[in-house]
């Protein structure tokens, strides 16, 4: 029945009134072109047009390999998936060029290599694009505690739009406007239930309606079938890598040997030089080895974590998201040995119970890494394998190619990234599912607030299981967050049926950090602010997990040409970091600060995953971290700074600028500078107070280089 609505309302978009022209999706081919002497098997298409799901591409006369599919209108990323594997760069991962020479461009895919990217122009034929779906967030939601409704238009076309109910007209704000749309919004209180049409004229003064039938309506049931967690629109989340934080119990350092991957990887033993530069343990500050990503342990632990509560207190935080804390084979914890278990190097259950209680006092929220996609090679499943082949009873939990084989050999079965101490999953199998969902419900019951998932685009049968694990979260503890490891932009797995929030590397890196480097203008980026926040409900913006940096990433100063491990950070690039800092806690969501980022370190992640390296809490810089103190208290202050409304303003080469909650009285503008120049600025009519200096002011004011200043409406 649901589908069947949806599916009415589609359709309802194609029968508008005569002056509209739709050209909401367009044929794209892609093309793999194997080498020479390349032994293809199969290929298929993957990327965030199908939420990195598979497309199977089909062999053509050739040789060449094929696909054609209908897309909207956007910029995609995407990869081949060639004979089972990924290739680890889309720009230059074979012998005389791109795997795509058809892609416009390339982009960090966040695991060292690139996604290739394609692009689909949007087209109108005629007149103007009217676009809403009632059954999308995006369209429609509840947001802040009221009834958010948006219509999308075809950019500088539509002069004003209203909303038409049984009980009136109202008049719609231009909320968000880019190179290929612009979107009117309008909030209401929660009804009980609402019909609805939109009517509107175009800048010739031709009026429009939607639905064109004056006795046709959209309607809203009065339900929220998608809730706003308040706790995290209003929060700020500091991400924790256990093993690096600060070691609060020496006592339990050596036990991360005893269950370290080396322990299984036959693979490893047979390897001279790995056995020479094995897992070691390492003081708090010696120098990075070649062991520094995965088996180099300095010690952290949840004690640490616990001694530290306060200090995160006072930087305003609210909620922790640790990476995984479970029994593994590695300091960063994403090859499980057991999901019932936690890590001894980390402490003991009672360790755990200890840390949620003491954050719990502190109005601290606890979210867990949840790792489904992929096992380690101890996790007692995969040993039993290993042990007995097709006579375990779970031979069908993995997809062993052959057996007897030896633990890491990529070769013997299907692995994340094709890494031999990664086995995959296979959640397709009931019984996996029931054992992950088990483990899902009780870590939930012992007191944790929320799931991150990694790479939930990987799964088998992904949608299903998500679908699933939402409902059962939900079902144990309704006010969870559920957050997804998706990089791009993709409003699939936000849609109300399976993730509160992606990790937003898509506003924060692509967009944000682009800004404070100065490699795009204000201009451009308000642009992609505006289509970014035109593909999500208000809803899920306001639950946004908002980061630019974290264990995957380089560190922010460093991206912003602050130096690199063990130089002093460039003054330049630290006020790039204040400036960068203080959009993101300003825009709709929660900002999460990746551990020590407000201190001011430095990292690579290609040099050894340098930016893993422990915090020295013996050094700081202690602007920043007053920076951090003051964009916190601001947060609390100023309710429009955690509103879930954005709305853009005014775009330059070096100026960007948004209004934040409703309009009227209180709302605030915040205007950022990314330049070397102080920059002049017209402020909008009325009377505007500074929030950090207090003064009262109206018309031309100027902004500094490398500053962002914030103003509230009187």
């Known amino acids: 029945m649901w589908k069947l609505v949806v599916l009415f309302w589609l359709l309802c978009l194609l029968i508008i009134f005569g002056i509209i022209g739709l050209a909401l999706a367009a044929e794209l081919t892609f093309t793999y072109v194997p080498l020479e002497d390349e032994e293809v098997v199969s290929v298929s298409l993957r990327g965030a047009f199908n939420s990195w799901g598979e497309w199977p591409m089909e062999e053509q006369s050739d040789g060449t390999w094929n696909i054609t599919v209908d897309l909207e209108p956007g910029e995609y990323q995407y990869k081949f998936f060639i004979n089972g594997k990924w290739p680890q760069d889309m720009s230059t991962a074979r012998a005389g060029g791109p795997i795509d020479p058809n892609a416009i461009g390339y982009i960090n895919d966040g695991f060292g290599g690139q996604n290739a990217i394609c692009r689909i122009k949007e087209e109108v034929t005629e007149g103007v694009v009217l676009v809403h779906n009632p059954d999308a967030p995006a369209y429609l939601c509840i947001a802040d505690e009221r009834l958010v409704l948006r219509l999308k238009t075809s950019p500088h076309k539509v002069a004003k739009v209203f909303l038409v109910t049984d009980e009136g007209r109202w008049p719609m704000e231009r909320q968000l406007q880019w190179e290929y749309g612009e979107v009117f919004r309008l909030s209401l209180k929660f009804p009980d239930s609402l019909k609805y049409r939109f009517v509107g004229y175009t800048i010739e003064g031709t009026e429009f309606s939607l639905p064109e039938d004056p006795s046709q309506s959209f309607f809203f049931d009065g339900i929220d079938h998608f809730p706003q967690l308040k706790w995290v629109s209003q929060g700020i989340i500091y991400q924790i890598f256990p093993e690096r934080f600060y070691n609060g119990n020496p006592e339990n350092d050596v036990l991360a040997l005893k269950s370290d991957e080396f322990r299984y990887n036959e693979q490893w033993a047979q390897n001279k030089l790995w056995v020479e530069e094995g897992p070691s343990l390492a003081n708090w500050n010696v120098p990075i080895s070649s062991q520094h990503c995965c088996h180099q342990y300095f010690g952290g632990d949840l004690a640490g974590i616990i001694e530290k509560l306060d200090y995160l207190k006072e930087l305003g935080v609210t909620a922790l998201y640790l990476n995984p804390i479970f029994d593994s084979g590695s300091a960063h914890g994403y090859d499980t040995h057991d999901y019932m278990k936690v890590s ?262 290609e040099f050894y995953d340098s930016h893993r390296y422990p915090i020295q809490w013996d050094t700081a810089d202690e602007s920043l971290i007053s920076h951090y103190k003051k964009l916190a208290q601001l947060r609390q202050k100023i309710p429009a700074l955690t509103s879930s409304v954005v709305r853009v303003y005014y775009g330059t080469d070096n100026l960007l600028s948004f209004f934040k909650g409703e309009q009227g009285k209180g709302e605030v503008l915040i205007v950022a500078n990314n330049g070397t120049e102080i920059e002049k600025f017209e402020l909008p009519l009325g009377n505007w107070r500074s929030v950090t200096e207090g003064e009262i002011l109206q018309g031309t004011i100027y902004i500094p280089s490398l500053q962002v200043r914030i103003f509230e409406r009187l």
């Open 344 to 605: 001894p190097k980390f402490g003991t259950e009672e360790d755990l119970q200890d840390l949620l209680n003491e954050a719990h006092k502190r109005g601290m929220r606890v979210i867990l890494d949840f790792v489904p996609n992929h096992t380690g090679l101890g996790f007692w499943a995969f040993q039993d394998v290993v042990k007995n082949g097709e006579d375990s009873p779970y031979w069908d939990w993995y997809f062993i190619h052959k057996w007897p084989f030896s633990p890491g050999d990529p070769s013997a079965y299907e692995a994340w990234w094709g890494v031999g101490s990664l086995p995959k999953l296979n959640t397709g199998n009931l019984e996996v599912r029931e054992y992950l969902f088990k483990v899902v419900r009780y870590w939930l019951n012992f007191g944790a607030d929320g799931w991150r998932v990694d790479v939930p685009n990987e799964l088998v049968e992904a949608q299903a299981f998500f679908r699933e694990m939402r409902q059962i979260t939900k079902m144990e503890k309704p006010d969870a967050y559920l957050i997804a490891e998706i990089w791009q932009l993709d409003p699939s797995w936000v849609q109300g049926d399976q993730y509160d929030s992606l990790m937003n590397y898509a506003l924060g890196r692509d967009i944000l950090l682009n800004f404070a480097k100065g490699s795009i203008d204000g201009e451009s980026a308000l642009a992609n602010l505006s289509r970014y926040f035109a593909a999500y409900g208000e809803n899920v913006t306001a639950m946004g997990f908002n980061l630019v940096s974290s264990h995957d990433t380089g560190r922010i100063l460093t991206d912003l040409g602050g130096g690199n491990f063990g130089d002093s950070p460039n003054p330049g690039a630290v006020e790039r970091l204040k400036l960068l800092s203080t959009l993101f806690y300003t825009l709709p969501g929660a900002p999460v600060i990746f551990q020590g980022d407000e201190r001011g370190i430095l990292g690579e992640k």
